[in-house]
């Protein structure tokens, strides 16, 4: 066979692969299909990989080339798998993070491999510089920045916003640095205008390198918790444009299409994820959103207008409704409580109470995380309403049950002045009565009080989600 | 510019148009999982990985590629597994066998 009738049938497999992830991406379209599109997506990883590896094969590989392959797949892909498999539903958001981040470094680390290698043969051209040095940044940039997301999201780092020291101008700084290197690196290129030797571009990389992970740590550590989810899906955005990076620098088409693919693809997730805030993505990046402090509440907790409700006061008034709507909020989902409001689900509905499911877009930690919390129960996805469909519906509900929900049900957010202002919010003070499950009177994430829980209407009952779920099934079960 | 740069700034564009024409159209019920699936698919450096690994020539490298290939590996692996683990729950199941007037749960409403 000849080199490039190999090469052809290569080429051919890359390209098979990146229509699978666009097919795949398609086929997400539908719960129904979603599945198969994923397993499309990764029947393509499949073929493109293994094409790859026949690719290095027929070209002839090192001994030491190839078990660093099958060694380090082995141990990278071992601790994926192990990982994908043993994560709590719950804790799904931060895995999606740290694969993030390794994706990030993975990409930003090709870059900077490709161009060691061709600076010392003097192949570097202006055009390897730029992609280099781009990937190399951006890639680094994610993943520091999604090691923090996860961080915070997972309570090693604290979720509230972390002030660093110099502010934007630390930021500014490191921006310049990562600039003056690439224009340092374009203007030396092979061919150019400034003399450098291999070792001095090389050490120009790496301080570069070392900017952009820096900057990634002080980009996202003075974002607050509730944003992480936009900030994960920016990154997650990010971290395909630097695979497209590092695609044009190794000269690979199934990278630069993947990578712009999930480029485009994150963009608009963040920007609907941002939109769902009524923020926008610029204001999130620049941080100190939810700080609690400084916020002025319009009522307080102390103010005893707040009603407690007994389980079984809350019990009669679910049982007897006609119609409810469930509001299941982040409380649910640390409380693994959706098992438990599906039992008073069932309950309610062997009753003949209607019982129905508000989702806001962001609640969970993610667009969609809630969605897929509820799934886990066995809740039957047609049950699951959306913000937009659901609001109508509340003036007409009996009982508006809000579990674990805080920020996204807060009133104030329809009026000016308020740190929620602006956020379209669950109408659930529209319900004919309230039933709200808390642990305590304790803040969400925008650090200020919730004025549905002072509302007349609304009930409170103090317990945790999974707890209170469970007295609530059990007194109804003794009605 | 070289054609061979020129083309690739070509596929990338358009493979960017594809994107946005793609994603635009799911569901926010399905988001979580497209973001987990798009996270996977930027799993592709492990291609870029066995690239340079089969390139590499110097310690440094060898050692580049190696932890490009356990990040890349765990990126591909873990994200497809994670997302299937996800989208396995979104089975439709039959409508909840109490009867008694669940009108809102009418299977093939959200479909």
């Known amino acids: 066979m000849s080199e490039a009738w190999v090469y052809t049938v290569i080429y051919a497999a890359w390209l098979v692969g990146a229509a699978c992830f666009v097919l795949g991406l398609h086929f997400m379209n539908s719960p129904a299909s979603a599945r198969f599109g994923n397993r499309l997506s990764a029947g393509g990883m499949v073929v493109a990989v293994v094409f790859t590896l026949v690719f290095v094969l027929y070209n002839g590989i090192s001994a030491v080339g190839l078990s660093i392959i099958v060694v380090g797949f082995v141990i990278g892909g071992g601790l994926g798998l192990y990982l994908a498999r043993s994560v709590a539903m719950t804790a799904m958001p931060q895995l999606v993070s740290l694969f993030n981040a390794v994706g990030g470094g993975a990409a930003a680390l090709v870059a900077i491999d490709d161009y060691v290698r061709v600076a010392n043969v003097g192949e570097d051209v202006f055009s390897t510089a730029i992609f280099v040095v781009l990937g190399a940044v951006i890639g680094s940039v994610t993943f520091t920045g999604s090691l923090i997301a996860g961080g915070k999201l997972q309570g090693l780092i604290a979720g509230r916003p972390i002030p660093v020291p110099g502010g934007r101008s630390t930021t500014g700084l490191l921006a310049l640095v990562a600039l003056a290197g690439l224009v340092l690196l ?294 | 510019m070289s054609q061979d740069l020129l083309t690739a700034i070509t596929i990338f564009v358009l493979a960017i148009l594809v994107g946005f024409e793609v994603i635009s159209k799911v569901p926010a019920t399905l988001h979580t999982p497209l973001m987990s699936g798009a996270n996977s698919i930027h799993g592709i450096v492990l291609v870029g990985g066995i690239l340079i690994a089969a390139a590499a020539d110097n310690p440094l490298s060898y050692l580049l590629a190696f932890v490009a290939i356990v990040f890349g590996g765990a990126n591909v692996v873990g994200g497809y597994v994670v997302t299937d683990r996800m989208l396995q729950m979104f089975r439709r199941k039959p409508a909840a066998p109490k009867g008694g007037g669940a009108a809102g749960t009418t299977p093939g409403a959200g479909a």
């Open chain 1, 186 to 479: 374009v203007l030396g290129a092979s061919g150019g205008v400034v003399a450098l030797d291999p070792t001095a571009k090389i050490v120009v990389l790496f301080v570069v390198v070392l900017a952009a992970l820096v900057f990634g740590v002080t980009m996202v550590l003075p974002i607050g918790g509730a944003d992480m989810p936009v900030v994960i899906s920016l990154l997650n955005a990010a971290t395909g444009t630097a695979a497209a990076m590092a695609g044009f620098v190794i000269d690979n088409p199934v990278l630069i299409i993947s990578g712009a693919l999930v480029g485009a693809s994150g963009g608009i997730l963040t920007k609907l994820m941002a939109d769902a805030m009524n923020r926008s993505v610029a204001n999130i990046i620049a941080g100190g959103f939810g700080g609690g402090e400084g916020t002025v509440a319009a009522t307080t907790a102390e103010g005893g207008q707040v009603r407690e409700i007994s389980a079984d006061d809350a019990a009669i008034q679910l049982a007897y409704a006609q119609s409810v709507i469930v509001v299941p909020g982040y409380g649910l989902a640390v409380a693994q409580a959706q098992h438990a409001v599906r039992e008073l689900a069932e309950q309610l509905e062997s009753r003949g109470v209607d019982v129905k499911y508000a989702i806001h877009p962001v609640a969970g930690r993610m667009p969609g995380h809630m969605n897929v919390l509820l799934a886990e129960a066995n809740v039957p996805y047609p049950a699951l309403r959306e913000m937009e469909e659901i609001n109508p519906e509340f003036e007409r509900a009996d009982v508006a049950l809000v579990v674990g929900a805080n920020d996204v049900t807060n009133p104030a957010a329809r009026r000016p002045g308020t740190p929620v202002s602006g956020m379209p919010i669950l109408d659930v003070d529209k319900a004919k009565s309230i039933v709200v499950i808390k642990r305590s009177m304790g803040r969400g994430y925008a650090g200020i009080d919730n004025e549905l829980y002072t509302n007349p209407k609304t009930g409170m009952l103090f317990a945790d989600a999974k707890e209170g779920l469970a007295s609530l099934t059990a007194a109804v079960k003794a009605l």
